[in-house]
């Protein structure tokens, strides 16, 4: 007499040889349907309730343990041939390249830090220096970032697409008085050794950001002033261009990259409903492209 077939799980009398093998067990096909899933690496069937991975990614144990991981910050499940390893732990590719732009010198450009303010005023400049022919390099960066950040952090360092073989220095917003006594000088002197320009290129700019705010309490003031700000650059056009040290092609070039900019901040406020004291307001960028001396007699 031939032997009947049980289902483990439900217990029902299986017919037609309708039925799966489940972690050594006969298992009928309506309890696979309802109970059992596919292993997505090893095509093993599994009960829902032995599966790991995520919702995406059926996984037998066997394969969890041998071939996935779990990145370390956003617990994530990745491939082990997908994973990143630092510090002894898994990350996914994004939360790794977090980490690493994080522990770099130079921050990839879409950088932005929580900004600090230095000194006590309501004006506040950001400056952004391009650096260019010595190299997109980070032991050169770190030089540059050990003086600039001897008492905190003031400046990062960023690349820059627009530069050949350069990087940018940031710095945090800080007062006039706070620029003048901060030790730009001293941050230029090793650039220039370590054979960085920032005249005589074709490539790089000084630009400098403004806080909103100054220039105003209310919307309507703040647009008053940048509008005479605008009028000054227009009005001057031809003195600045000489200032500026830019050809007429390229200051033109920058004047539509700069105006294209501003609407596309425009506008990117007004969908953001931003108020204005958190949206300091690019007003006045690039005009100079100073040489080293210039900029340092400048700043002092
Ligand atoms: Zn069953
Ligand atoms: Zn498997
Ligand atoms: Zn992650």
Redesign the pocket.
């Known amino acids: 007499m031939e032997e009947k077939l049980i ?6 009398e ?1 017919t037609d040889d309708d ?1 799966s093998m489940v972690n050594g067990q006969i ?6 349907e ?2 059992c899933c596919t292993c997505d690496r090893c095509g093993a069937t599994i009960f829902d309730s032995d599966a790991y991975g995520d919702e995406y990614t059926n996984l037998c144990r066997y394969c969890y343990d041998n071939y996935y991981t779990r990145c370390e910050t956003c617990d994530a499940l990745v491939h082990v041939d997908d994973a990143y390893h630092y510090n002894n732990s898994d990350y996914c590719s994004e939360c790794y390249h977090d980490i690493a732009n994080e522990n770099s010198a130079i921050k990839e450009y879409g950088y932005k830090p929580e900004p600090i303010f230095y000194g006590e005023s309501q004006r506040y400049f950001g400056v952004e220096l391009e650096i260019d022919g010595a190299g997109k390099d980070s032991d050169n960066a770190r030089e540059i970032l050990d003086i600039g950040n001897e008492d905190g952090e003031h400046i990062y360092i960023k690349s820059d697409g627009s530069l050949d073989d350069g990087m940018e220095i940031v710095s945090h917003p800080m007062t006039l008085d706070y620029h003048k006594n901060y030790c730009w000088a001293e941050i230029m002197k090793k650039a220039v050794s370590l054979g960085y320009r920032s005249h005589q290129t074709s490539t790089c700019g000084l630009h400098i950001h403004v806080n909103r705010i100054c220039f105003g309490e209310s919307r309507e003031e703040q647009d008053e002033v940048i509008s005479r700000v605008l009028y000054f650059v227009e009005h001057h056009w031809n003195e600045l261009l000489k200032f500026s040290r830019r050809s007429e092609y390229t200051i033109n070039r920058w004047r539509h990259v700069m105006a294209t900019k501003i609407r596309l901040k425009q506008l990117w406020i007004k969908r953001r409903k931003a108020t204005s004291e958190d949206t300091p307001l690019l007003i006045f960028a690039t005009i100079v492209q100073l040489s080293s001396a210039y900029s340092e007699e400048r700043l002092n």
């Open positions: 289902c483990s799980h439900c217990g029902a299986i039925y298992v009928c096909s309506d309890c696979v309802r109970y």
